[in-house]
């Protein structure tokens, strides 16, 4: 389905689809408070904005710098050109240490390699340790929120998936229930499991440590009972210096949910006597993006979905609609650079308003490329008949002449044409909109007779 | 501005042209209250953006050409759009043999507020409007021009059209919810989603009759026309009108 028939779709659940909306703007409107607490808010985003200006300039010497202090600590360093690679190196470490059943905290990059079923395939058991990720994977459904994973289901739908899967009460709701059934249920996975799967947030070339931050503390949870840490990290999620944290986690929390800080930011630099810790360091795409100059600045991107949730479009159409591992306007133009034909829709999901570009924490200038895109877009795979049309106008537009001729026709057209023609089915405009009231001339008529 | 003021020269979007000339009407007499001599130039059509924003700029060469040349020997050049003179300023393409006509134009081309207020430096307009007043903040002119402050960044609020408007007698002012989100216009995607952009104009007239707006006003009638449009089917009880014609009403 392209966007527009996924929104239409969603939307037809009007008291879903405005539940979703006022739930998102809740979080919006929450980031907009907290944000004005901090008097040098946008001296931090333009802060974080430089520096990542500076990590993009110079990636291959920081990421370089990383591995070295990295080894030096004792972390196992590896690299992955794209997510085949990427899975290959997961598998074999688990294999090595005969490792059938993971826990995984949040990460969007293995949810882009798509490592779970990979990983499933190769018969090893993997349990998301989020809670909103966990409940994902009972449905097998994708994350729809980068930050809010489950945030399309209601507590009501929770409730009876947790009575399927975890035998809770039927019909109890009550989230302080459900998270206890949740939390007893895990915590069998997290002891069971010889290897532990994180993400990264923050990899520090100057110090070779590198930072993961949830609010439910289960990637130290897992971390701290396996044996073995798997890290994986995109990447463009260098910081050159351990003090440039204060700049980003200051942001981080706040555009993400409202909070003034996530509840875990842990430091991993040195494996634990006797236990290891991997990172691997994926490209898979990244280079790429960062070779296209329109679009380089979409790597500056820390996940934190604030994009979404002041998006018009993504709080009334869902994750879903996006059918991208990374929804919401930063999806939009970070999906395109992957596979254009695919996501050819998504650089129209979007009015264009600009809201996504203010919220971001690192500047990107989500909404210039959107339009970007577009061109891009058509140059590639334009639709003929579009096309042909848009032609047409610039011809029209171009032609001072052409341009009354046909502004004249049109006008005409609506006040002789029976309304019965006028919202034909092909008239889109006019399915739930009524056309203005044709004037009787136009301002260049006017301004003639009254003024020249 | 008096004998020897600077030229004036009105740029009318198309849609207005075409279908709002009161609008076009409204913004010739204001400017001309407010002292300035004004031209309308024959021959101008469009800016280009339908096509631009549909992924088409490299077909609006042409387009982009003729209006510089239209408008390259006036001192200003005002609009009764945001959303226009945005592209103007920011996403014409770059055109050979006029580029220094083009950079003159990027600033010398204003939105009507602006010029009133930037230009003009007119802090209050004495006239009144006895009415409930709601304004719908277009996004290119909010966050494009930055004609108001916008609730997602950390700046001291302000709005150039609320200064104006506010200091008119027995105009009353709405506080919406939703200060500053988009209406759902967008252009092609007005039509091209036309689900998410028939149900981003009801959220918003939502929060203008919950507020009880009597009139629904804003710098784009592009927006008004697309939530003009939503109200007429609905057949919700609300009036439409362009800054334009508030203050050039309220000034006579």
Redesign the interface.
Known sequence: MT??ES??EF?KDSQK?KWH?ETL?FVRDKR?KV??G??E??QLRELASSIKDNVLANLADYLEEFERNATKNGIIVHWATDSEAHNKLVLEILQKQDCTAVVKSKSILTEECHLNSYLEKHSVEVVDTDLGERIVQFLKQPPSHIVLPAIHLKKGEISELFHEKLHTEKGNEDPTYLTQAARVHLREKFFAAKVAITGVNFGIAETGEFVVCTNEGNADMGVHLAQVHIACMGIEKILPRRKDLGVFLRLLARSATGQPITNYNSHFRNPSPGKEIHIILVDNGRTAQLAREKFRNSLKCIRCGACMN?C??YR??GGFSYNSTVPGPIGSILSPGLDLKKHSSL?????????C???CPVKINIHEQL?EW??E???TQ?DFA??LS??L????????LA?KIS?SL??NALKSLPNSLIYHPLN??G??????D??K????????KN?? | MKANSPSVALFIPCYVDQFYPQVGIATLELLEKLGCQVTYPSGQTCCGQPLANAGYAQETVGTARHFIKTFQDFDYVVCPSGSCTLHVKEHFPAIAGLEKEQEALEHKIYELIEFITDVLKIEKLEGKFPHRVGFHSSCHGQRGLHLSSGSELNQPPFNKARKLLENLAGLEWVELERADECCGFGGTFAVTEEALSIQMGKDRLADHLQHKTEILTGGDMSCIMHLQGIATRTKQELKFLHLAEILNQALS
Request: charged share 25%; proline share 9%; with cysteine.
């Open positions: 966007h527009p929104a239409a939307l689809a909306d703007w907009d944000s004005k901090i008097p808010w946008e002041t018009p479009i009334r159409s650089p129209f999901a979007s009015t264009l308003c600009g809201s570009t203010d919220v339009y577009r061109q877009v058509t140059k334009g579009k096309g848009m032609k106008a610039n011809g029209i537009f171009k032609s001072p341009y502004g049109m006008r889109i405009w399915k739930n909109r009524n056309l203005p044709a004037p001339e136009s301002f260049q008529q006017w301004y003639r003024r020249s």
